[in-house]
């Protein structure tokens, strides 16, 4: 049931396999965290500041896949993969990851087993930081008060943080993909606390693009959803470290019979070879909703027309940079 991801070690160790080390004793968050959002990082700083003050390894309790995956028939778009949000831990200070596989298994574990069992057991918890909403254990039976007076049984202590408002709203990774989905960027980006991205490696694609000039760098989404769709003012990290202006579609292609959903990216003034390199993809302005057109000419039209957007939208926003 249980992985375990030493982030400090960069160790990896699956199935029922533990850190190389000692298991040490740890101050635990526990969520999805998609997307590392704002609230998810008020939650994670708390995290850290006690952990130090306690002198505990700060970690992270996760899961594969999310319960809303699990239970729901139609997935939910994903923020960001699993390598975002592993790294992400990483970068802010976080020691150790501990991700669960969430299947009819665990789904089943009584709030008590959770405690004692997974919680105390296992992962070694003497610090536990949640948020308000939390709910945990079979049918979600479990809540904060439960798990305060459980936890001081258990030995460890249990706080909750009140839910992270900004734009006069509760910060969620629900809210942030609702904006995304409704082409409010701003709004998302606000939320997130920096721009929505899409990172991945650059495949061959069917290289269309070249015969009416506007070569893409494609990204292949395989079996991802993402929560954007259609074309967008973008800017691009290349493997240079260079973020470069571009212009961006994210759906299945109808105009040449497309039938999975990829990320093509039309990098403004730049040509060279970037197959089988990473870039990340930052969503700046929606442009538009993907349509069919009836033939690649008129399709090569639009494209025109979508540039003199993208580049119209970047001077503006290169002339606010430079105002102030």
């Known amino acids: 049931m249980l992985l375990v991801r030493s982030l400090k070690h960069y160790h990896f160790s699956r199935g029922n396999e533990s850190l190389q080390e000692e298991r040490p004793d740890i101050a635990l968050t526990i969520g999805n965290f998609d997307g590392l959002h704002e609230g998810h990082r008020a939650v994670l700083g708390a995290l850290l500041q006690e952990a130090r003050k306690r002198k505990l390894k700060a970690a992270v309790m996760c899961f594969e896949p999310q319960p809303k995956e699990f239970f729901q028939k139609e997935t939910p778009a994903r923020l960001s993969r699993f390598r975002d949000k592993f790294l992400g831990f990483r970068d802010l200070g976080i020691e150790i990851m501990f991700c669960l596989r969430f299947n009819s298994e665990l789904a089943s574990v009584s709030p008590e087993d959770f405690v004692f069992n997974i919680l105390r057991r296992e992962m070694h918890v003497r610090y536990l930081v949640v948020g308000d909403d939390f709910r ?178 970047f001077s503006q926003s290169e002339e606010k940079t430079l105002a102030g």
Request: glycine letters at 8%; one cysteine or more; a positive charge.
């Open 136 to 313: 945990f254990g079979r049918f979600g039976l479990g809540d904060y008060a439960f798990l305060r007076q459980a936890g001081q049984k258990a030995g460890f202590a249990a706080e909750s943080l009140k839910s992270f408002v900004k734009l006069d709203d509760r910060v969620s990774s629900t809210l942030i993909r609702k904006c995304l989905e409704e082409g409010r960027l701003e709004e998302a980006r606000v939320l997130l606390g920096r721009d929505y991205t899409i990172a991945g490696k650059v495949c061959h694609g069917q290289e269309l693009g070249r015969t009416i000039n506007f070569p893409t760098a494609n990204i292949n989404l395989k079996r991802r959803v993402v929560p954007v769709s259609g074309v967008y003012a973008v800017r691009a990290r290349l493997p240079d470290g260079i973020l470069r202006n571009g212009i961006a579609n994210v759906g299945i292609r109808p105009t040449v019979d497309g039938k999975v959903p990829r990320l093509e990216v039309f990098i403004l003034d730049y040509s060279g070879d970037l197959y089988r390199q990473e870039i990340q993809v930052s969503f700046l302005k929606k442009l538009r909703n993907e349509r069919k057109f009836a033939s690649l000419n008129e399709l090569k039209k639009q494209i025109l027309q979508d540039e003199l957007l993208a580049r119209d939208f």
